[in-house]
């Protein structure tokens, strides 16, 4: 197994690390998820500057990028930091929408690429499916710390000052997460549109 794929198998493994971490120590959390985020960057360049791209890499990159996600969705789906956030009345509608958005996006995108493997098609991937990606891995963080402030720094530093930021910090999490979705819609539309050919019945 090369880095590269290893690095892919280490963010696997900090998942349900995360997990944890969210429900006991939150700042931990968000320590543990960036570093898992940036294993998802790394593993990417190596792979391609060192041409060390593989079949296994294919099917683990994406796959443990996607759980990862997934698995901090579930986690602020079921807290909704934001309403320690003055953001009550519909942040947890929002948070469940957009999730549920997410998910489906990767779903379909996933059923696609199976159906063109099927096919012998290559398919394209397009810029909008990377801003996705940044999107999501720098808003979810920024979710999470809206629910540090109400475990940790509550209790343990500045009421104080959590009482005079945490709206500016729920604002900044929800703008974040909504562009997320955005371009989660964005860059499946315009990948379903790029790859139309995969669902042509004329394909061998």
Request: charged share 10%.
């Amino acid at each position: 197994m090369n880095l590269p794929n290893t690095l892919s198998v280490l963010r696997m493994c900090m998942i349900p690390l995360f997990v944890v971490a969210y429900f006991l120590s939150p700042v931990w959390a968000v320590v543990v998820f960036v570093l898992a985020a940036f294993t998802d960057f790394l593993d990417g360049y190596i792979a391609r500057k060192y041409n060390m791209v593989t079949d296994l890499g294919k099917l683990l990159d994406p796959m443990a990028d996607k759980v990862l996600v997934t698995a901090a969705l579930f986690c602020v789906v079921g807290t909704n930091p934001l309403q320690y956030c003055a953001l009550v009345e519909w942040s947890g509608i929002f948070l469940i929408c957009g999730a549920t958005v997410i998910i489906a996006r990767e779903l379909l995108i996933s059923a696609v690429r199976m159906i063109a493997a099927a096919k012998g098609i290559v398919v394209q991937a397009n810029v909008y499916g990377k801003i996705k990606t940044i999107l999501q891995d720098v808003s979810l963080p920024v979710l999470v710390f809206c629910q540090v402030g109400k475990a940790y720094l509550i209790v343990s530093i500045d009421d104080n000052w959590w009482t005079q930021n945490s709206q500016w910090i729920g604002i900044v999490a929800t703008v974040l997460f909504s562009l997320a979705i955005l371009f989660t819609i964005l860059s499946g539309v315009i990948y379903l549109v790029q790859n139309r050919k995969v669902f042509s019945d004329k394909q061998a």
